[in-house]
């Protein structure tokens, strides 16, 4: 079992590298940018949704922001290394890469890919 994973986290290591060589359209997050919760988006805390009882929660709700404005540029414009870890997407012929290095202190950012909604994790 760890050598499938092995084998598919080479194969999205090797698309994502080829991707972000390949294109200098592909664009690459660079900067979280301001934090500001969006008007409109739920916020469970505000709504009063209790955290259920037998819940053992480490960090309180919220503790860790996403990355609602994320900023761009595109892989020619950035001095990363060609080993970089992202999560990348493309969609409809608009590509974006998210850095795990980003991602591991933030964990989540909200964006959008054209008209559409996203949310990338890690």
Do not use: C, H
Request: proline share 10%; glycine share 8%; no cysteine.
């Amino acid at each position: 079992m760890k050598f499938a994973y092995g084998l598919v986290g080479i194969a999205v290591f090797a698309v994502t590298a080829f991707w972000l060589v390949g294109s200098p359209a592909n664009k690459l997050q660079v900067d979280s940018g301001p934090v500001e919760v969006p008007e409109g988006v739920y916020d469970p805390v505000a709504a009063g949704e209790p955290v259920p009882n037998d819940f053992r929660q480490l960090l309180p709700r919220d503790a860790i922001l996403p990355i609602y404005n994320p900023t761009f540029k595109t892989a020619p414009e950035t001095d990363w290394r060609d080993e970089l870890l992202v999560i990348g997407i493309e969609l409809d012929g608009e590509a974006k890469a998210y850095p795990v290095s980003f991602l591991n202190r933030r964990e989540m950012v909200i964006d959008w890919i054209g008209d559409t909604p996203i949310l990338v994790s890690w």
